[in-house]
């Protein structure tokens, strides 16, 4: 699977998906680029798109684009809090659902600790 992480991921976080082509925005050269733009490039060269941007979805339409957005919703932006997210963020990524957002939140994550 192609990644790109959004510029407000924590980097890092490429190294816990070494199954998957990860790049950061920086990588890519697009740090510049505006939200529409960037998911019309993304589409193009990525599966998926990761992101922590919660306003996203109400900012742009991406239905049109082949492409799937996860955003991260952890308890706060700091890599061990994102890193909680990894085992949900692992199964979403071989079934990409391109021209939708998916998000992963920190609360289906304590839920699932809890169990029945």
């Given at each position: 699977?192609r990644?790109?992480?959004?510029?407000?991921?924590d980097w890092?976080l490429?190294?816990d998906l070494?199954?998957h082509?990860v790049?950061?925005?920086k990588q890519?050269?697009?740090e510049?680029?505006?939200?529409?733009a960037l998911?019309q490039?993304?589409?193009?060269?990525?599966?998926v798109?990761?992101?922590v941007?919660?306003?996203?979805?109400?900012?742009q339409?991406?239905?049109?684009?082949?492409?799937?957005?996860?955003i991260?919703?952890?308890?706060?932006?700091k890599l061990?809090?994102l890193r909680?997210?990894l085992?949900?963020?692992r199964?979403a990524l071989p079934i990409?659902?391109?021209?939708e957002?998916?998000?992963l939140s920190w609360r289906?994550?304590?839920?699932l600790?809890?169990?029945?």
């Amino acid at each position: 699977m192609r990644v790109l992480l959004d510029e407000c991921v924590d980097w890092r976080l490429l190294r816990d998906l070494p199954e998957h082509q990860v790049k950061t925005l920086k990588q890519a050269g697009w740090e510049e680029i505006d939200d529409g733009a960037l998911l019309q490039l993304a589409a193009e060269h990525f599966d998926v798109f990761v992101t922590v941007d919660k306003d996203l979805p109400y900012q742009q339409n991406i239905s049109t684009y082949e492409l799937t957005v996860i955003i991260l919703r952890a308890r706060t932006t700091k890599l061990s809090d994102l890193r909680a997210l990894l085992p949900m963020l692992r199964k979403a990524l071989p079934i990409p659902r391109a021209g939708e957002f998916q998000i992963l939140s920190w609360r289906d994550v304590a839920d699932l600790k809890a169990g029945p």
